[in-house]
């Protein structure tokens, strides 16, 4: 499974941004989607996962009420609409695919999502 994002940028704080990630490859074997992010001196977290067939979602608290994650299967492509943007969701956002049996996993390349204050 190969993964590309896209929709990274630079916003004013309040606004708002959607992020894409392309699948491609054996896409019928991944068992669940999520984006994760990286800010500078800062662990990879979780931000919002969405998982196949069902399409449940989890979402970390501080994205909560904000962010929105949703995945088209005909298109294989999955989305973070982030809304009423902070100065702290200034970081780097990866896509996730955990595929096959094993839940292997697949990143994208990483965008930069930038929030001024």
């Known amino acids: 499974v190969q993964l590309v994002e896209s929709g990274g940028g630079l916003v004013q704080a309040g606004g708002s941004l959607r992020l894409s990630c392309a699948a491609s490859?054996?896409?019928?074997?991944?068992?669940?989607m999520g984006w994760y992010r990286q800010a500078p001196g800062k662990q990879r977290e979780l931000v919002a996962s969405?998982?196949?067939?069902?399409?449940?979602?989890n979402y970390a608290d501080s994205v909560k009420g904000r962010f929105i994650i949703s995945r088209d299967s005909a298109k294989n492509t999955m989305y973070l609409q982030m809304n009423r943007l902070k100065p702290e969701d200034t970081a780097v956002y990866y896509c996730?695919?955990?595929?096959?049996?094993?839940?292997?996993?697949?990143w994208g390349q990483g965008t930069q999502v930038t929030v001024s204050s």
């Open positions: 490859g054996s896409t019928f074997r991944i068992n669940a």
């Open positions: 996730n695919a955990a595929f096959g049996i094993l839940a292997r996993n697949s």
């Open positions: 969405i998982t196949s067939g069902s399409h449940s979602t």
